[in-house]
C-alpha cells in the first residue's frame, strides 16, 4: 500500500484537492480533522491541553481561538503543544491504516498541512502538493471570517513558501485554473502512481 502525502499552504486548495482523491475512491487521512475530533467534548486532548494551558478549554471542549492566542509567535508553547497533540493524532492514523489494509486499498492519502514543516515527507512513497497562484491565495484566504492581512502574514512566516513545496514535490495539483482542470490532475496522478514505471522512485539515504 502506497502512502502519498498531500500537502499545500494555505487557501491553495488542499481540501478541496483531498476530496477529489476522496471522490475517486482513495482513502484519505485529515489530520485537521483528527485534531478536530481531538478537541471537543471527551476528546483525548482536552484533559492535558488544559492542564499544560490552563483557561484553554470551555464546556469540557479547547477553544481553539484561546489556544492559539497562547501560543501564537511562542515557540516553546508550540513545541508543548505539538508534544501533546501528535502523538495522539499519531495513534488516530494508525487506526486509518489498519482499516485501509483490510480494505485492501494500494494507495492512501495522508492530508497533512505541515507535511515538509514536520519531516513526514521523508515516510511518504510521494507527495502531492496542492498549488494556486499567490494572489488567488491570498483573495481566497482574506474571504474567510476573522482572517486579516496581519494575521495571515504571521501564518505564511511559519509554512514552508509555495515554491519551495512545489520543488521538493513529485506531483503538483494547480487549483488556480478550475474544479475539472484540478480534477483531471488528480486523476493523472492516480493512474501515474499505479504504474510501476511512472510511479517516482522512494528516496533511499545514500550510503556513508
Do not use: W
Not at 487521512?29 to 484553554?56: C, I, M, N, R, T
Not at 475539472?180 to 545514500?206: C, G, M, N, S
Amino acid at each position: 500500500m502506497l502512502t502519498i502525502g498531500l500537502t499545500g499552504s494555505i487557501g491553495m486548495g488542499k481540501s478541496t484537492t483531498a476530496a477529489m482523491f476522496r471522490e475517486a475512491g482513495i482513502p484519505v487521512y485529515d489530520a485537521d480533522a483528527a485534531v478536530a475530533d481531538l478537541y471537543v467534548k471527551g476528546g483525548a486532548a482536552v484533559e492535558p491541553l488544559e492542564a499544560a494551558f490552563p483557561g484553554v478549554t470551555k464546556d469540557g471542549a479547547v477553544d481553539r481561538e484561546a489556544l492559539r492566542q497562547r501560543v501564537l509567535g511562542n515557540d516553546e508553547a508550540m513545541a508543548k503543544l505539538n508534544s501533546i497533540v501528535h502523538p495522539l493524532v499519531g495513534m488516530s492514523r494508525m487506526g486509518f491504516f489498519a482499516e485501509a489494509q483490510a480494505a485492501k486499498a494500494d494507495m492512501v492519502i495522508l492530508d497533512i498541512p505541515l507535511l515538509f514543516e514536520t519531516g513526514g515527507n521523508a515516510n511518504m512513497d510521494a507527495v502531492v502538493v496542492a498549488s494556486a497562484p499567490a494572489e488567488m491565495q491570498r483573495e481566497r484566504v482574506l474571504a474567510r471570517e476573522g482572517m486579516t492581512d496581519a494575521r495571515l502574514d504571521d501564518i505564511l512566516k511559519r509554512q514552508t513558501p509555495d515554491a519551495e513545496k512545489r520543488a521538493r514535490a513529485d506531483f503538483i495539483v494547480d487549483t488556480g485554473q478550475g474544479l475539472e482542470h484540478a480534477r483531471a490532475q488528480v486523476q493523472e496522478i492516480i493512474a501515474a502512481l499505479r504504474d510501476p514505471l511512472r510511479r517516482p522512485q522512494k528516496k533511499t539515504a545514500a550510503p556513508k
